[in-house]
Structures are given as C-alpha cells and as structure tokens.
C-alpha cells in the first residue's frame, strides 16, 4: 500500500502564494507519475498539474504560467509552487501518484486532500 502525506494547504488572499507537498511511502518500486488535481464545491475533480519520470509535464490551461509543478524522485516527493491564486483556485487540492509496487503490481493512489482557500 502506499500512503501519501500532503501538506501546505491554508488560507491566501489574492495575489498571494502557497507551496504544496506531497511525499510518497510504502512499498514503492518505481513511481512513473505524480500530479495535483482539485475539486471545488460542486464541481468534478480536475486536472492541476502533474509530472512523469521522464520529467514532463502537463498544466491545466487555468494555471498556466502561475503553477509550478516539480518533483523529488529521491524524496518520492511532488511540489506544486502557486502563485498570484486567484478566489477561482479555491479548491480542495488532491496528490496523486501512478506506480509500481515493489511486487510489481501496479498502483494509483490518492492522498486525504489538503484546502486552499483564496480570499480577502
């Protein structure tokens, strides 16, 4: 099983930035995929960013050119960097990662969440 920890979530006022992360453990063989989606109240869950291990990377047209996504693979560890947020970008943000456990059976698992609350 793997167990993925989040944190850096909060409350920003707009313009602001925040800083979330999100570090994998457990059985873990190979991790080829690790992304951030969110879900805003009444919305489907979406697409922020993600990243694979041949270090590329995909962005919701939304945060493009204010999300940075980057990857630890050592640390087994996701960042995405935000920047000049937006009420818009208040959500519930979720980690996700896509691999292979060391008994090679493959996993995609999600972390519990973490809020991010854009307000004045």
């Known amino acids: 099983q793997v167990q993925l920890v989040e944190s850096g979530g909060g409350l920003v006022q707009p313009g602001g930035s925040l800083r979330l992360s999100c570090t994998a453990s457990?059985?873990?063989?190979?991790?080829?995929?690790m992304g951030w989606y969110r879900q805003a109240p009444g919305k489907e869950r979406e697409l922020v960013a993600r990243?694979?291990?041949?270090?590329?990377?995909d962005y919701a047209e939304s945060v493009k050119g204010r999300f940075t996504i980057s990857r630890d693979n050592p640390l087994n560890t996701v960042y995405l960097q935000m920047n000049s947020l937006k009420p818009e970008d208040t959500a519930v943000y979720y980690c996700?990662?896509?691999?292979?456990?060391?008994?090679?059976?493959?996993?995609?698992?999600w972390g519990q969440g973490t809020q991010v609350t854009v307000s004045s």
């Open positions: 990243t694979t291990s041949y270090d590329t990377s």
């Open positions: 457990g059985s873990i063989f190979a991790i080829n995929e």
């Open positions: 996700n990662t896509v691999g292979i456990y060391t008994d090679f059976r493959s996993f995609d698992s």
